[in-house]
T-cell receptor, first 112, second 116 residues
Framework: QQQVKQSPQSLIVQKGGIPIINCAYE??????FPWYQQFPGKGPALLIA?????SEKKEGRFTISFNKSAKQFSLHIMDSQPGDSATYFC???????????FGAGTRLTVKP | GAVVSQHPSRVICKSGTSVKIECRSL??????MFWYRQFPKKSLMLMAT?????????EQGVEKDKFLINHASLTLSTLTVTSAHPEDSSFYIC????????????FGDGTRLSIL
């Protein structure tokens, strides 16, 4: 049951580039959309999250864009750095966060 | 911050043994904790939701007698893989959430389980 579809599967950008990762969800009951960053051998770390009452949220170099009518949201990483190389997961859940579903993940490589 | 500690980080054991994994929220109380399984280069798959003081809720296809969950306090949940077999080898990750709507899940660093 893939309730959250994430693309691309992998992404390579040069340092300073702006990688964009896209996600689409199906369940209209979802109203909380976090992004997690995971390094090898570690658990996911919360990066940024958005609720559907806003179309964009920015925290540092990370920006989420949200399109409620299309049921899509995306992560943009500004001025990407080699240290940003990791796997990124989008997720969706209801606001009580007890039913979180993850996308398949995007492996990002930022080349120096 | 919201720190979740998971122990052990890695365990190797023989087929047929039982393995217990602990998940602790160090600086907050977690009414709800979650257990995930992650295969190499794959996404996180929710196994069960653990509620303090009550029985865990298992996802479809997850054997509750195989994966025993105990959430005895507001800061500790345990997952016991009973009679483990090689196919149970995986990366198990827990997360914890503060009480209240809108609270995000915070993840531990996972346990790499290898069954020989």
């Amino acid at each position: 049951q893939q309730q959250v579809k994430q693309s691309p599967q992998s992404l390579i950008v040069q340092k300073g580039g702006i990688p964009i990762i896209n996600c689409a969800y199906e369940n209209t009951a979802f109203d909380y959309f976090p992004w997690y960053q995971q390094f090898p051998g570690k658990g996911p770390a919360l990066l940024i999250a958005i609720r559907p009452d806003v179309s964009e949220k920015k925290e540092g170099r990370f920006t989420i864009s949200f399109n409620k009518s299309a049921k899509q949201f995306s992560l943009h990483i500004m001025d990407s750095q080699p240290g940003d190389s990791a796997t990124y997961f989008c997720a969706a859940s209801s606001y009580n966060n007890n039913d979180m579903r993850f996308g398949a993940g995007t492996r990002l490589t930022v080349k120096p | 911050g919201a720190v979740v500690s998971q122990h052990p980080s890695r365990v190797i054991c023989k087929s047929g043994t039982s393995v217990k994994i602990e998940c602790r929220s160090l600086d907050f109380q977690a009414t709800t904790m979650f257990w995930y399984r992650q295969f190499p280069k794959k996404s996180l798959m929710l196994m069960a939701t653990s509620n303090e003081g009550s029985k865990a809720t298992y996802e479809q296809g997850v054997e509750k007698d195989k994966f025993l969950i105990n959430h005895a306090s507001l800061t500790l949940s345990t997952l016991t893989v009973t009679s483990a077999h090689p196919e149970d080898s995986s990366f198990y990750i827990c997360s914890a959430r503060r009480t209240g709507d809108g609270q995000p899940q915070h993840f531990g660093d996972g346990t790499r389980l290898s069954i020989l």
